[in-house]
């Protein structure tokens, strides 16, 4: 079955931390995965797409990166901001047609 | 502005009593998608269409119709609403390699509580 799980379910740092966002799938054929940032009460926006031969994608202090061979990607985000607050998801394109998996989601709380 | 819009934002309905979602991008972009998103879950595809006069169904499309007679709108129909439906509804839409290879640009999101 064609899934993504996504870990933790949430996190709570402080502001100026670094922290890392764990994503593992499922889906074959894989396409491409991407991470969505979605604030609350708003729809996703994407951050980052990684094909198969990528290993890593930045996007300014987002980094994103790519383990094809154990289906495995993570987001790393540096020197967390307030408004990194948001939910994190992890996105995998494949499974065969045009299917698009989404994770549940990491909740992340900034705090001052 | 190039934006996916999504009207009404907030709704209140009661079991049984038919309505209708509207979605409409400016971005003359083929692919249409319609997810629900409930708490614990991922966004789940209900349809999606890859061309006027092209939809097909998502994971989750019970309950649901959806139309699409121009490029620009992606009507979202629930002919029979009960309360298994209430959750934030979001519509996307993609270039013409569709989901697959691009980035899919959200609407805002419509909250639907049916009582």
């Known amino acids: 079955k064609n899934q993504v799980e996504q870990s933790p379910q949430s996190l709570i740092i402080l502001e100026g931390k670094n922290c890392t966002l764990q994503c593992n799938y499922t889906v074959s054929p894989f396409s491409n995965l991407r991470w969505y940032k979605q604030d609350t009460g708003r729809g996703p926006v994407s951050l980052t797409i990684m094909t198969f031969s990528e290993n890593t994608k930045s996007n300014g202090r987002y980094t994103a990166t790519l383990d094809a061979d154990t289906k495995q990607s993570s987001l790393h985000i540096t020197a967390s901001q307030l408004s990194d607050s948001a939910s994190y998801i992890c996105?995998?394109?494949?499974?065969?047609?045009?299917?698009?998996?989404f994770g549940a989601g990491t909740r992340l709380f900034v705090k001052a | 502005e190039a934006q996916v819009t999504q009207n009404p934002r907030y709704l209140i309905t009661v079991t049984g009593k038919k309505l209708t979602v509207t979605c409409s991008q400016n971005?003359?972009?083929?692919?249409m998608s319609w997810y629900r998103q409930d708490p614990g879950l991922g966004l789940r595809q209900i349809y999606y269409?890859?061309?006027?006069?092209?939809?097909d169904k998502g994971d989750v499309p019970e309950g649901y119709k959806v139309s699409r007679k121009e490029k620009r709108n992606f009507p979202l129909i629930l002919e029979s609403p009960s309360p298994n439906q209430t959750s934030l509804y979001f519509c996307?839409?993609?270039?013409?390699?569709?989901?697959?290879?691009?980035?899919?640009?959200f609407g805002p999101g419509t909250r639907l509580t049916v009582l």
């Open positions: 971005m003359n972009h083929e692919y």
């Open positions: 269409s890859m061309n006027v006069e092209v939809t």
């Open positions: 996105v995998v394109s494949g499974g065969g047609g045009f299917k698009t998996i």
């Open positions: 996307a839409s993609s270039p013409p390699s569709g989901a697959m290879y691009n980035e899919q640009f």
